[in-house]
């Protein structure tokens, strides 16, 4: 037990100290994941809004796909890719494996069918009357589209941090592709797998308690967000 | 300020920082090794010096040497460090690696728990240490995962003329730092570079039980990717570390480097 405190105070310091390596590898992983959530967020949304309020011949078929590839493991996606962009392969010639881009594709191509899926049952739960509403008023497709993107801006910021939450957390793909090397494409998961396998737990642990202190600020403004605006509503 | 105020903005500093250093890639080479090069900190170690006299950043890749042989192969990587003297020749001879030199050297060790269940302390030659682990049925943690000391491993059961089936046999699959823990936690047997060791060892309930069979030589090679098979691959720049690590000065560098006040490789260039 003690050996545990003294190793949990130890990632303290070393969190307080401002050890630019410990930093550098806390920054590789919000770039890139950051970076993957951008730019997968737009697309997403679309696909979600156009399988919520369009009806086509498959539509159930495209729907259960999605839903399945939230299920694919993350080192399922990191072989894919690896063999994809490996010199071996047919994207060889982009260069990318080893580089941050390719942490980025490994992210996006995980987080799109959650932020998909997510967003398609809030759009579904909308008032379908929001819609008819700013059409009624004269609103074009897309102006409609903003005015229920607002609707269920709640709904869709859930999306966006359990988004974040899944690919920040991921060291499957990130150590396929990404090839964890130091101050290029180390991130907080990889570099926490190698330091446990150096036996050197206070780093790994340093690591762990920022992406614990992220998920807990994101989550509790998310909730703190949700239930001030059921207050501003309800106490009109 | 708050705290979380600062959080925020050192997070965002460290963004910005690996940013920069993302595209100021200018001259790389990537070089695939084996965590036992790596886990044990000599790469870091060389890399500081070569850094003082060269421009030419070194990306090191740290996987099994049958990953890395297989890397070099597809010719995702420039050049690579390996300690598979049989798994290299042949794949020298297959084309896939040119301008092979012998780097340093260590040697791998049997280690165990304190207890010694199997009695391994009491004999002299690896094969029958590793007949009285099996014939006791003690666990044994095997790396199972391809790598050097996989393949190093997997000879000497062959010379012993036994497949390695009895049932305290349990591949971890992992690499040598997670190996040597599992066997810590679960009392076993496993035979590590004496590096990993040395860089472990403080922090394990296990003992050297058995060392200095001239069976368990473990000679470290530098090879360059064939240029002819992968014209993309950066020869000149990887042909310059490899120069450096066989010379005087790299040469060196190897035999100053010291974990806990103990020398863990041997140079050994000719």
Known sequence: MYELWLTFSAAIAQLASGDPLLWGIVGVSFSVSASALLIALLPALSVGFFLAYF???????????????????????????????????????LNLLFTRPAMIIGQILLCFPLLVAMSLSAFQAADYRVLETAKTLGASPLQAFVTLLFEVRFALLAAVVTAFGRIIAEVGSAMMVGGNILHHTRNITTAIALET???????????????????????????????????????? | MSPLY????????????????????????????????YNSGLLDYLLGYYGQTHDTEVQVISVGTGKALKMAENGDVDLLMTHAPVAEAKFIARGFGVEAQGVMYNDFVLVG????????????????????????????????????THKKE???????????????YLESGRGMGHSLQMASELSAYTMTDRGTWLALKGKLDLKLVLQSDPRLL?????????????????????????????????????????????????????
């Open chain 1, 197 to 236: 396998g150096k036996g050197e737990f206070v780093q790994g642990v340093a690591l762990g308690i920022v992406l614990l202190t992220m998920a807990l600020v994101l989550n509790v403004s998310l909730g703190w967000m949700q239930s001030h605006s059921r207050v501003l509503r309800h106490g009109a």
């Open chain 1, 55 to 93: 009806r086509f011949p498959g539509r159930w078929a495209v729907i259960s796909l999605l839903n399945s590839l939230l299920a694919v493991p993350t080192v399922v996606v990191g072989l894919v890719l690896y063999m994809l962009l490996s010199r071996a392969g047919p994207l060889g010639d």
């Open chain 2, 113 to 148: 728990p304190k207890l010694d269940p199997a009695n391994v302390s009491g004999v002299h030659t690896v094969t029958e240490g590793l007949q009285r682990i099996a014939q006791s049925n003690s666990k044994f943690i095997s790396r199972g995962d391809d790598s050097g």
């Open chain 2, 154 to 168: 997997l000879q000497l059961w062959q010379h012993l003329g036994a497949a390695p089936d009895f049932s305290g």
């Open chain 2, 6 to 37: 600062l959080l925020l903005q050192r997070v965002a500093m460290a963004s910005l920082l690996s940013l920069i250093s993302c595209a100021a890639l200018a001259d790389s080479i990537r070089l695939a090794t084996t965590t036992s090069t």
């Open chain 2, 218 to 270: 473990n000679p470290y090679q530098i090879m360059l990717v064939n240029p002819q098979r992968h014209p993309h691959v950066k020869v000149d720049a990887a042909r310059e570390f490899a120069q450096w690590l066989v010379s005087a000065q790299g040469q060196a560098a190897i035999g100053s480097f010291r974990v806990n006040g103990e020398a863990l490789f041997v140079p050994s260039a000719e």
